[in-house]
């Protein structure tokens, strides 16, 4: 049996997902379903800061909230102490409608539009992350109409790629986001800011990637950018005050995967960067990181009923799911890979593989290949540490409502996203009439 949830079973031998009965949920709220264990994301972000705290360094941890971003989501992290970044005017609009603290909020991205630069300096946000040339002219234009200034950092591509899926790597040098170090980009970047009145400078900033297991890669972006942050010293006598490593912090998907603790990857961040000041002769700044996927993606289940199956003789059989691509387009996306039990007894011996199938139109559409038991329809199936860009990147593909979202905790459980309904479906069209 999967050893994740050695300790999630009941005595009826149910799946439990934060003290519920993960059968009494399906019924309750419906399938396909996306329930959240939310001691669990607490644990990650406690875990993520306790080093921290250990090492009394200033530090933030600031989640990643694309990796799943609702009103619930953001009142979590700030029950929990943590800062938030957000990818666009949808998340900064949720995060300020969870009472998020503005001055915890970090604005990223690649194409931040002129509407969403003026939102974030109209509301004050806590830091913009400058990705490029554009946006510093944009921000400067913005800032002048509003007569306001903003905390800024630079974002830069420190050359580094972390050995994980082609797409998830954003750290090397041919990368969409942030300013090249060895061209001079970040160099005139800096320049650029620091003349501006507006813009308060506060530090750099890489992300090297996503789903990352080794060490060295934090390591030697860490150390790079105490680097540039000594060079930019000696240069242009500007002290950055923070140091942010970005997330990418790789989580146990299935058996192969041998994922660090958060505590771990904190550990070796803290130590290059206390190291590399100390030998730079330069002040510890401040550490931030940016965990998404390490905080919710283990917390989170899909919840599926077991309709069709298809048997071909020598092959193995299809399984059909009430859910897919729409809510879960990971798998096929990029072939990620999860575990799949069955929920009313996962203890019960897997005695076959099964191609576990979507119900959208589309024959990439298999969320996993999992070995079962023998199934019968309306058995409900539970995909593992589905929390992470699963119901961020949903669709309506094939006009299907998105699923409910439940958060689960010491044996309660609420919806905090609602089952969308057939009218939510048309509640944007128009009849046409011209
Ligand atoms: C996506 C992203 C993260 C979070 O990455 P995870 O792999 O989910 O931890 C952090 N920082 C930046 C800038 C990102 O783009």
């Not at 940016?290 to 917390?299: D, H, K």
């Not at 969320?367 to 589905?386: E, F, Q």
Request: with cysteine.
């Amino acid at each position: 049996m999967n050893s994740q949830i050695t300790n999630q079973i009941n005595q009826a031998g149910h799946l439990t997902i934060g003290g519920m009965d993960s059968l009494e949920l399906a019924k309750e709220y419906g399938t396909p379903l996306v329930v959240y264990d939310v001691s669990q994301i607490r644990h990650q972000i406690r875990a993520f800061k306790k080093v921290f705290e250990e090492e009394q360094v200033n530090y933030a941890v600031s989640y990643a909230s694309k990796a799943f971003a609702s009103i619930a989501m953001y009142q979590v992290a700030n029950e929990e102490g943590a800062y938030t970044d957000v990818v666009s005017a949808g998340e900064l609009y949720t995060a300020m409608k969870a009472n998020f603290p503005i001055e915890r909020v970090s604005f990223h991205g690649n194409n931040k539009s002129k509407e969403e630069l003026e939102m974030a300096v109209k509301n004050h946000v806590g830091k913009i992350m400058i990705d490029n040339f554009y946006e510093i002219d944009l921000l400067s234009q913005v800032l002048e109409e509003q007569d306001s200034e903003i905390n800024v950092m630079l974002r830069i591509t420190p050359g580094i790629s972390a050995h994980t899926h082609e797409y998830d790597q954003t750290g090397q040098v041919d990368s969409k986001f942030g300013f090249d170090l060895d061209s001079g980009q970040a160099d005139k970047a800096l320049q650029e800011v620091l003349k501006n009145q507006r813009m308060h400078m506060l530090g750099i900033h890489a992300h090297i990637g996503s789903q990352i297991f080794e060490l060295n890669g934090f390591e030697m972006a860490a150390a790079k950018l105490v680097d540039v942050a000594a060079s930019w010293r000696k240069n242009y006598d500007y002290t950055a005050q923070i140091i942010n490593v970005g997330g990418g912090f790789g989580i146990k998907y299935v058996q192969e995967d041998h994922p660090l603790k958060p505590e771990e990857f904190v550990k070796v961040i803290v130590k290059t960067i206390k190291d590399e000041a100390t030998k730079h002769n330069f002040p510890i700044p401040e550490i931030d990181i940016e965990p998404g996927r390490s905080i919710v993606g283990p917390a989170g289940y899909n919840l599926y009923k077991v309709g069709s199956m298809k048997e071909i003789p020598g092959l193995v059989p299809y399984v059909a799911v009430d859910g897919g691509m729409g809510d879960n387009i990971r798998p096929a996306l990029y072939q990620a890979k999860y575990e799949t039990v069955l929920a009313n007894d996962p203890q019960r011996k897997a005695s076959q593989e099964f191609h576990v199938a979507g119900k959208y139109c589309e024959s990439g559409d298999i969320l996993a290949d999992a070995k079962l038991p023998s199934l019968k329809a309306g058995d409900i199936l539970a995909m593992l540490d589905t929390g992470a860009y699963g119901y961020s990147m949903a669709s309506n593909y094939n006009r299907n409502p998105r699923p409910a979202v439940v958060f689960a905790e010491n044996g309660k459980a609420q919806v905090v996203v609602k089952r969308e309904s057939l009218e939510d479906l048309i509640h944007l069209d128009q009849d046409y009439n011209i």
